[in-house]
C-alpha cells in the first residue's frame, strides 16, 4: 500500500507569492491533516480536512488556507509569503479521523521563502 | 506557550549507552503519542499509552506514561546509530481531540 504522497519536496518561492502544495493520503484514509514544522517550534496544527469538511483549524492567519478533494486528495495554500512561513510542511492521513487512528504522515514539502 | 515540554532538545551518545527523554506538562492527557522522525522523512508513530502509569516496551524502547497523565518517557537501552533521529511526543487533550506536540529531542548515536 502506497504510503502518504507529499509534491513537491522543495519549494523556494519570493515573499509576496502564493504556493499550492498537495498531499495524497493513503488509499481508503479519509481524513487529511496539515502541519508546519519548524526548528525548536515543533509541529503547529494548520487544519484538518474530513469528507471534504474542515473539521478543525490551528491558530494561523487566513492566508493559510487548505481543501479536500472527494477522492480525500488535499491541497493547502498559503497566499502572500511571508520569510517566516519558510518551514517544513507536512501532511497526515488517518482511516476515520486523528484521535482515533494512528496518523501516517508523509515527507513532507520543504518550503523556502526568500 | 509549549504545552509540552522536551528534554533534553539535543543529546548524542556513544553506541551502547542507555538513555533517557522526558516530555512534560502541566496539563493532562487522554493519551500521549511517541514519534520517530529520520531527516527528510516525515514523523513514524512508534507507540500511544493511554493508562496512567502504563509501560510499553518496543524492543529496546521503554515507554512510559506519569500517572497523573501530566508526563511520559522514554527510555532506550544500549543505543545504536539507527536509533538516531528526532523523537517528538504529541498529547491528546479530550476537549478537542487536537493532539498538542513538544519540540523534540534530536538523538545522535555515535558509532
Known amino acids: 500500500k502506497a504510503g502518504v504522497t507529499q509534491t513537491p519536496r522543495y519549494l523556494i518561492k519570493t515573499r509576496g507569492q502564493q504556493v499550492t502544495l498537495s498531499c495524497s493520503p493513503i488509499?481508503?484514509?479519509?481524513?487529511v491533516s496539515w502541519y508546519q514544522q519548524t526548528p525548536g517550534q515543533g509541529l503547529q496544527f494548520l487544519f484538518e480536512?474530513?469528507?471534504?469538511?474542515?473539521?478543525n483549524k490551528g491558530n494561523f492567519p487566513g492566508r493559510f488556507s487548505g481543501r479536500q478533494f472527494s477522492n480525500s486528495r488535499s491541497e493547502m495554500n498559503v497566499s502572500t509569503l511571508e520569510l517566516g512561513d519558510s518551514a517544513l510542511y507536512l501532511c497526515?492521513?488517518?482511516?476515520?479521523?486523528?484521535?482515533?487512528?494512528?496518523?501516517?504522515f508523509g515527507n513532507g514539502t520543504r518550503l523556502t521563502v526568500t | 506557550t509549549q504545552l509540552l515540554e522536551q528534554s533534553p532538545q539535543f543529546l548524542s551518545i556513544q553506541e551502547g549507552e542507555n538513555l533517557t527523554v522526558y516530555c512534560n506538562s502541566s496539563?493532562?492527557?487522554?493519551?500521549l503519542q511517541w514519534y520517530r522522525q529520520e531527516p527528510g522523512e516525515g514523523p513514524v508513530l512508534l507507540v500511544t499509552?493511554?493508562?496512567g502509569g502504563e509501560v510499553k516496551k518496543l524492543k529496546r524502547l521503554t515507554f512510559q506514561f506519569g500517572d497523573a497523565r501530566k508526563d511520559s518517557s522514554l527510555h532506550i537501552t544500549a543505543a545504536q546509530p539507527g536509533d538516531t533521529g528526532l523523537y517528538l511526543c504529541?498529547?491528546?487533550?479530550?476537549?478537542?481531540?487536537?493532539?498538542?506536540w513538544g519540540a523534540g529531542t534530536k538523538l545522535i548515536i555515535k558509532p
Open positions: 496539563s493532562v492527557f487522554s493519551s
Open positions: 499509552v493511554v493508562t
Open positions: 480536512y474530513f469528507s471534504e469538511t474542515q473539521r
Open positions: 504529541a498529547g491528546e487533550k479530550d476537549s478537542n481531540y487536537q493532539l498538542i
Open positions: 488509499s481508503g484514509h479519509r481524513s
Open positions: 497526515a492521513s488517518s482511516l476515520v479521523d486523528s484521535h482515533n487512528s494512528p496518523l501516517h
